[in-house]
């Protein structure tokens, strides 16, 4: 599996859309990226995936450059509950495992 | 998305003793499964990969026998933790593989997670 560089950490105001961004500049052609969150205590939360065409469910959107290198997990109206580690990771889809990055630690401020 | 159970929850036991968890998938059928440990403020370390009616996959350095797998349907694995240790505990998590179903891609889902303390 590619590896991806995530920001260990970043703030965000209540309200406001988070943009976490994942590099995984080693992506190759049949990998998917994939964002996942942890919530303290709790087990990885599947959010998204995509493999370059942008993606958008009820959790958040996921956009992907064109040379597929990079992306941003986009969250657009941050609330507290959405304070948690969140993982991107990079795979072939199948029954592969998950190898887990240290993720970008969201914390969300009122 | 779809559902994935462990139980127990937490559970403390006393050193030599061993403790099953097991992992379901409640609302689909998965012919594999991954077992996680998780120490505090560290992420997921993938201890082994467990298939359905066959040998579990374990990660280098994750013994086989102290951590026995069986994966014995398609909706339930266990973890079996031999012996315990006080270095045992740790926050043990399972994932299930909804494999492929057409244009679907396979996505995993994680269980919530057992705590375990080994006095």
């Known amino acids: 599996d590619a590896k991806t560089t995530q920001p260990p950490s970043m703030d965000c105001a209540e309200g406001r859309a988070a943009n976490l961004p994942c590099n995984h500049s080693?992506?190759?052609?049949?990998?998917?990226v994939y964002w996942y969150r942890q919530i303290h205590s709790q087990g990885p939360q599947y959010i998204i995936h995509?493999?370059?065409n942008n993606e958008t469910n009820e959790m958040a959107s996921l956009i992907i450059t064109e040379d597929r290198k990079s992306s941003t997990l986009i969250l657009p109206h941050a609330t507290l509950r959405d304070t948690a580690v969140y993982y991107c990771?990079?795979?072939?889809?199948?029954?592969?495992?998950?190898?887990f990055g240290i993720g970008t630690k969201l914390q969300v401020i009122p | 998305g779809a559902v994935v159970s462990q139980h127990p929850s937490r559970v403390i036991c006393k050193s030599g003793t061993s403790v099953k968890i097991e992992c379901r998938s409640l609302?689909?059928?998965?012919?594999?499964m991954f077992w996680y440990r998780q120490f505090p403020k560290k992420s997921l370390m993938l201890m082994a990969t467990?298939?359905?009616?066959?040998?579990?996959?374990?990660e280098q350095g994750v013994e086989k026998d102290k951590f026995l797998i069986n994966h014995a349907s398609l909706t339930l694995s266990t973890l079996t933790v031999t012996s315990a240790h006080p270095e045992d505990s740790s926050f043990y998590i399972c994932?299930?593989?909804?494999?492929?179903?057409?244009?679907?891609?396979?996505?995993?889902?994680f269980g919530p997670g057992t705590r375990l303390l080994v006095l």
């Open positions: 994932s299930a593989s909804t494999g492929t179903s057409g244009n679907n891609q396979e996505t995993q889902y």
């Open positions: 080693t992506i190759s052609g049949n990998e998917y």
């Open positions: 995509g493999l370059k």
């Open positions: 990771i990079v795979r072939v889809v199948g029954y592969q495992k998950v190898t």
């Open positions: 609302d689909f059928q998965a012919t594999t």
């Open positions: 467990s298939n359905e009616g066959s040998k579990a996959t374990y």
